[in-house]
């Protein structure tokens, strides 16, 4: 059985030793390979598969083919994103009709332990995909992001909500600070947010200013954080290594 991402729900008031998931952002077959050779032997947590970087992407059974390859070389639970270009992701060969199908395919296949689908998506294919994954143990990441500005505390915590309701097993938002304000906010809503929902909550502000909630995000709440391996795939991404020192020494001293 799938065990899904694995990722913690907070308790009280203790901080969360967050997992860490670097993105697999390789253009080709061969570039993917590239990263899984330099990667497979790092204590990364979850790997995240971009697939909308991916050159192939309208072939399904090649996907599903690379996913089984990053599954069988990492060995590690794996992350599967459609980034739609809306929100940061780049622009695909396919439509939101052949984007579903893609998902049904990696959903069925058994490789993924997580999909990643935009708040933004319609109603009836979150709903769809949500009862395919959930039945196969897949936790399904509810995701809102804004490259542009952070929103108020309010809409965020909407957007948190509105995951919850539409039964998602996590949720996530990502925004761009225009001040260290910003970051505040996105603080504040983790902290909040992660005692009052009941799943997993994944959060960062992008960008340099947001760099510091790629490192702290764990203690207001936050269960996951994004580093980088080869390749950023967003704003303000750290590499994996500098992560992971200060996650330790968070730990060791928490
Ligand atoms: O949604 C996220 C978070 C992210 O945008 C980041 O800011 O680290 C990186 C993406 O690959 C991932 O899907």
Known sequence: MNEGLQLA?????????????????GKSHEALQHEMNQLKRTTVDIFEWRV???????????????AEEIQRETKRPLLFTRRSE??????????????VKLYEALITSGYVHGVDIELRQAEKDIFHLSKQANQQGIDV?????????????????EKLNAAVERGADVAKVAVMPQSLADVLTLFRVTEKMSRNIPIPLISMAMGENGMVSRLAGGVFGSALTFASGIQTSAPGQLPVADVEQVLRILNRNM
């Open 9 to 25: 729900v907070r308790d009280n008031d203790k901080p969360i030793d967050p997992k860490v998931c670097v993105p697999l952002v």
């Open 52 to 66: 909308d970087h991916f050159e192939n992407i309208s072939d399904v059974n090649m996907v599903v083919r690379i």
């Open 86 to 99: 809306a929100e940061g992701g780049q622009r695909i060969p396919i439509d939101e009709a052949q984007v």
């Open 141 to 157: 990441v509810l995701s809102y992001h804004n490259f542009t500005e952070t929103p108020s505390e309010q809409v965020l915590e």
